[in-house]
Nanobody, 121 residues
Framework: QLQASGGGLVQAGDSLRLSCAASGSTFSTYHMGWFRQAPGKEREFVGA????????YYADSVKGRFTISRDNAKNTVYLQMNSLKPEDTAVYYC????????????????WGQGTLVTVSS
């Protein structure tokens, strides 16, 4: 089970850190991804981190502004979002993949419930 948190209302240029806490003892074996869905739009890939945290991969739209990290001892993955823009407004979801690393949402096995991020201009 995945529980995302940390969303809220911020102004453009602000920073926000999302967390995704996982239950169970196998968290450290899963690749983790973040996705987002803006109102009226399809869900899109934000970024991913490998199970060992040695590889990260980001969508071009967030590269250089967002950073994904994980703490396997705490069963938690983070999404640090800096220099937020109004177009970053969306519900953010974390997801876990047992044997896939990348941007294809259909390949992720478990999903969190989402946390809303709203960026005002």
């Amino acid at each position: 089970q995945l529980q995302a948190s940390g969303g809220g209302l911020v102004q453009a240029g602000d920073s926000l850190r999302l967390s995704c806490a996982a239950s169970g003892s196998t968290f450290s074996t899963y690749h983790m991804g973040w996705f987002r869905q803006a109102p009226g739009k399809e869900r899109e890939f934000v970024g991913a981190v490998s199970w060992s945290a040695d590889i990260t991969y980001y969508a071009d739209s967030v590269k250089g502004r967002f950073t994904i990290s994980r703490d396997n001892a705490k069963n938690t993955v983070y999404l640090q979002m800096n220099s937020l823009k109004p177009e970053d407004t969306a519900v953010y979801y974390c997801a876990a993949a047992a044997s896939f690393f990348g941007l294809k949402s259909a390949r992720y096995n478990y999903w969190g419930q989402g946390t809303l991020v709203t960026v005002s201009s």
